[in-house]
C-alpha cells in the first residue's frame, strides 16, 4: 500500500582494502601498490520507499565499477533486502587514488583486488540492509547553488597538441543540486535531515599519479564536512565529468583535495541550511509592543512532492565508431611495453620505466576497448531511471561530457533533474558530436560514433517524459491508493 509521504533511510559501511594493495592505475605513476590509506573509503546507501516501490541507490568511493562489478553489487544487495536489482543502482564516485579497477601493467597487490571486492559487495548489502531498516517518513527539500572548483579539462597547448588540464573559456556544469530529506517526526531539537543527496559533475583527480596513499578525493571530504554542518548522511552523486576536471588537479598533496572538498562541502552546506532556516514565504501575524514595534511572522519552508517513487531500467542502442582497436595488435603492444618495463626496471633506467608504463597504460585502454566492442557496430548503453514526485535521477554507464548532461538537465520535463555517469557500470567517454570531431584523450579512447550521444539524450529525454506523464497520472487519481 502507497504512504501517505516519501520513505527515506541510509546505511554506511568502511571499505578500506588492505593499505598496500594495486592502486591509482595512472600512465605516468612509477609506483603499483599504494603506501596507506589518507582518508576512509565509504560505501553509502540511500533507500527511497513510497510503499508500493523501493529504491536503493549506492555511493561508492571507487574509480570505476565495471558492469560485471556492479551487478555483483546489485544482486549482493537484493539478495540481502528483498529489493530488485533492477530497483538498486551501483554508482562510483570515481575517485582515482583508491583501489585499481583493472590489472593493466599493474601486478604487484593485484592479488588483493578480486577479494576486495568480494568483500565491497557484502559492505554494500550491509549498508542497504541497515537503510531499509531506517525507513521513516520524510519531506523532500531542493535547493541549488554553484561551485567553481572545476573546469573543462579539454585543452589544446601552442604546439597544437591536445592535454588535460584547465579550460576556462570551454563549457562547464558547476551547478550542484541538492535534496534534503527531513523526518516528518523529528525528534524535539533535531534539524538534522535523514539524508542529504548532492549532484555535482568533476573527476575526483585532484590527486594524480604522484600520489601513493588511498583517498576518497574531494567527494570524501566534501561528505565530511556537510555531515558536520548538516547532520544526516550525506550521498554523492558523480554528474557528466566526462570532460570536467578540477581546478587543481594531479597533485601528490592531500590538503589540496580536503580543501577543494571542503569548498563544495560548505556551498552544499549552505543550500542545504538555508532550506531550514530562510523561509521562503513569510505570513505577518501579530505586532508586539517594544522600544519598537516589533512584527511576529508565521514563516514558510517550501517542500517538494515526494511520491510516487518510479523505477525505469532501459538499454539504449547507440551507433558504435567505424574503426575500432584490433585485439591482437593491443594484445601485442601491451605485451611489448611490460617487456620493456621490466627491462627498464632490471636496469633502472628511469626514463624507459616512465616511457614503458604510459605506453602499457595505452595499450591497455585500446585493448579493453577492443575486448568490449571488437566486432560490433553499436552498443548498450545502461540507462537507469529513478523518480520520487518532482525529482528525476538519472544515470549511465557511461563517462558523458558534460554538455549532454545540461541539455538533459535543460529539456527534462521534472523540475530538478540529476544527470549522472558511472552508474551500474562503466564502458567509456561518450563525448557530444561537436567534441568528438576535434579528438583529443576521451575522443580517441572512445568506442561510440558521433552521433552516439544525440541519439542517447534523444531516448532518455523520451523516457523522462514517460515517467513525468505517469506521475502527472498518479496526481490525477488524487493519491487515492494510499491509507488516510
Known sequence: MRTATL????????????????????????????????????????????????????????????????????????????????????????????????????????????????????????????????LQPVVVRVGRGESLINASRRCVAPTGERFLGVNL??????????????????????????????????????????????????????????????????????????????????????????????????????????????????????IIPSGAPLGQYDSEFADSAGNPVQVRYKEIAVPLRAALPDRKVATEQLEHWKQKLKSARERTDAAGITEAIYMARRADIQLRMADDFGGKTSAMVRAHFITFGDVALVGCNIEPFCEIGLAIKRESPFPVTFMCGYTNGRMAYMPTAAEWAKGGYEVENSPFGQSAAEKLQAEIIGELRSLRAARANFEGRGHEDHPD
Not at 93 to 122: C, D, N
Request: glycine share 10%.
Open 7 to 134: 520513505m527515506a533511510g541510509t546505511g554506511r559501511r568502511c571499505t578500506n582494502p588492505p593499505p598496500n594493495i594495486a592502486h591509482g592505475g595512472w600512465g605516468a605513476q612509477k609506483h603499483e601498490q599504494a603506501e596507506g590509506i589518507d582518508m576512509d573509503l565509504w560505501a553509502t546507501a540511500l533507500a527511497l520507499s513510497d510503499g508500493t516501490t523501493t529504491a536503493i541507490i549506492l555511493d561508492v568511493d571507487i574509480q570505476i565499477l565495471t558492469n560485471e562489478r556492479a551487478d555483483q553489487m546489485r544482486h549482493a544487495v537484493s539478495q540481502r533486502t528483498g529489493v530488485a536489482a533492477e530497483n538498486i543502482r551501483a554508482c562510483a564516485t570515481h575517485t582515482h587514488s583508491g583501489p585499481v579497477p583493472y590489472q593493466s601493467w599493474i601486478e604487484k597487490g593485484y592479488e588483493m583486488v578480486g577479494p576486495w571486492f568480494e568483500q565491497l559487495a557484502r559492505w554494500c548489502a550491509d549498508a542497504a540492509a541497515e537503510a531499509m531498516a531506517n
Open 169 to 286: 573559456d570551454a563549457p562547464c556544469d558547476h551547478e550542484v543540486i541538492v535534496v534534503r530529506f527531513d523526518p516528518v517526526s523529528a525528534a524535539a531539537g533535531s534539524r538534522a535531515p535523514a539524508a542529504t543527496l548532492v549532484n555535482f559533475a568533476c573527476h575526483a583527480t585532484i590527486m594524480g599519479p604522484a600520489n601513493r596513499l588511498i583517498t576518497p578525493d574531494y567527494p570524501g571530504a566534501m561528505k565530511r564536512v556537510v555531515e558536520h554542518a548538516v547532520g544526516g548522511r550525506c550521498i554523492f552523486l558523480q554528474g557528466s565529468a566526462g570532460d570536467i576536471g578540477p581546478r587543481q588537479g594531479f597533485q601528490a598533496d592531500v590538503a589540496v583535495y580536503r580543501e577543494l572538498g571542503a569548498v563544495l562541502g560548505h556551498e552544499i552546506a549552505k543550500i542545504a541550511l538555508g532550506l531550514i532556516s530562510i523561509p521562503s514565504a513569510v505570513k505577518w501575524r501579530e
